[in-house]
């Protein structure tokens, strides 16, 4: 009888567990530190303050944080004990590889980024225009007043030892949690089996997943930066789930991927007129809508294609209850080359049996969390003029950057042969600017006789910033400031 593992809530920072739906306002604030020792001081002071994995609705803020590589070498902490983390993490989001991995070319390079081109073994050919980012620190409240007031009392704190704002981000939740394109986000999520959440069968997936010193999918401990050189107060840790005998500092923690993302509403509802304008050249809202939502492969209010292939229910729908492969083989309701399918298959991964489809498709799940920034419009076909920069502030957790985050960005969304596809790039995230000469990008509609091919698609989120960044236990937050 397998043993049932329960997560130590107290110790897990809440922001993996929870997005907390209540607190609409947020700031994320990216710092850099000055001298190690007050760092350690200020993080000595701050880690009973921050908020916890445990179910709690009436709070009316949440402080979570996070750390690249460069900011625990900031800590001085030891170069053996920074190189047990991943390499992913240890080289960050903008060496030459991950460039062509995640597709971070033309204007989304990262010599044009906001912020967080700075980072880890930085190549030579990256002209550094902003300054090393060595941590974030994520400010939520119930409302805008609520969430800076609580910000500028940390901000106090943290001027006063040493440490400078580079950059910060202030994100707010939209009605119905749509994002700026106009589409209710966050809806397909993992549900971290040892949680007790509800949900169904398909969806539950391993804590060891998203979260170090637990068993994953594979049924093993995921690789976790275990202390090699003795510093700090080590009594403040757990040892290793997987008997080393060495102290796990990433037990309870995970990696947070962020993503500054901005999104070009305008063209976006422009493209999708002029591609279902009639004969006359007049717009006609409902069939561009229907091109969207088959681009997303949901309705705006969430209601999955596979259940209203035809029409917009014109509901708010959290609906995740659904695969393909009994309802939807061909792809006729929700097509095989939409954002939601590509990016979680579900049961119907290639050719094989579904069961054996849903455990390959959750070996690539993360747990998405997203704050858009900017003027709050919710686009339309009549209505996609923003005013200044709006995107989204897109956050996920992994406990393997490369097999989650990663698999999922260059496997399922750049490459362009998916299914029975040729030239097909995930529609929202996966387009380039500038293809290679002579390569059509098209967007593919199942049909029959024969299937529609929407030609010549554009790119409309272009990336402004990001960073790989290591979210410690609570434990770990108060061990750092020991070392």
């Not at 976790?224 to 080590?234: F, K, N, R, S, V």
């Amino acid at each position: 009888i397998p043993i049932m593992v329960s997560l130590e809530l107290k110790d897990i920072q809440g922001y993996i567990l929870n997005e907390y739906p209540q607190l609409i306002f947020s700031r994320f604030s990216f710092l850099k530190m000055g001298d190690a020792r007050l760092a350690k001081e200020w993080l000595s002071n701050l880690f009973d303050k921050i908020t916890n994995a445990e179910p709690n609705l009436a709070k009316e803020t949440a402080l979570n944080i996070a750390f690249t590589a460069n900011g625990l070498k900031a800590l001085e902490m030891n170069a053996q004990n920074i190189n047990a983390f991943t390499t992913e993490f240890r080289e960050g989001m903008v060496t030459d590889h991950r460039k062509r991995l995640l597709g971070d070319i033309d204007s989304s390079d990262p010599k044009l980024w906001q912020w967080g081109n700075a980072q880890n073994y930085i190549s030579p050919s990256l002209e550094s225009t902003n300054e090393t980012i060595h941590l974030v620190i994520m400010v939520f409240g119930i409302d805008k007043t609520t969430c800076l007031e609580y910000f500028d009392k940390l901000k106090e704190d943290f001027t006063k030892l040493g440490l400078e704002e580079v950059n910060n981000i202030d994100g707010q939740t939209l009605e119905n949690n749509k994002e700026h394109f106009g589409f209710k986000d966050g809806i397909s999520q993992p549900i971290i089996k040892e949680s007790g959440l509800p949900g169904n069968d398909r969806d539950m997936v391993p804590a060891g997943e998203f979260l170090m010193g637990y068993k994953n999918l594979y049924n093993v401990f995921p690789q976790t930066p275990l202390i090699q050189h003795e510093e700090g107060d080590l009594n403040l840790l757990a040892a290793d789930a997987g008997d080393s005998g060495n102290k796990d500092l990433g037990r309870n923690g995970s990696y947070l991927v962020i993503r500054h993302m901005e999104q070009d509403v305008t063209a976006f509802w422009e493209f999708m007129n002029d591609s279902t304008r009639d004969e006359h050249g007049h717009i006609i809202a409902e069939e561009s809508i229907r091109l969207a939502s088959r681009m997303f492969g949901r309705w705006p209010g969430g209601a999955p294609l596979t259940k209203y292939p035809l029409q917009d229910p014109g509901i708010i729908s959290t609906d995740n209850d659904f695969g393909y492969a009994q309802t939807d083989e061909d792809g006729l309701k929700c097509p095989f080359g939409s954002h939601i399918r590509r990016s979680n298959p579900r049961d119907s991964f290639e050719d094989i049996d579904s069961k054996e489809s849903v455990r390959l498709s959750n070996r690539h799940r993360i747990i998405r969390r997203a704050r858009p920034y900017g003027d709050p419009i919710i686009g339309s076909p009549t209505n996609h003029k923003p005013k200044g920069e709006v995107g989204i502030l897109f956050n996920c957790f992994n406990a393997d950057i490369s097999r989650q985050f990663e698999f999922i960005q260059y496997t399922w969304s750049n490459i362009p042969k998916p299914k029975q596809l040729y030239n097909d790039p995930d529609p929202i995230i996966g387009v380039k600017e500038v293809p290679e000469p002579g390569v059509e990008q098209n967007f593919t509609i199942q049909m029959e006789p024969i299937n529609m091919t929407v030609k010549g698609l554009k790119r409309f989120v272009r990336i402004r910033g990001g960073a790989y960044f290591f979210f410690p236990s609570i434990s770990a937050i108060r061990y750092l400031s020991t070392i």
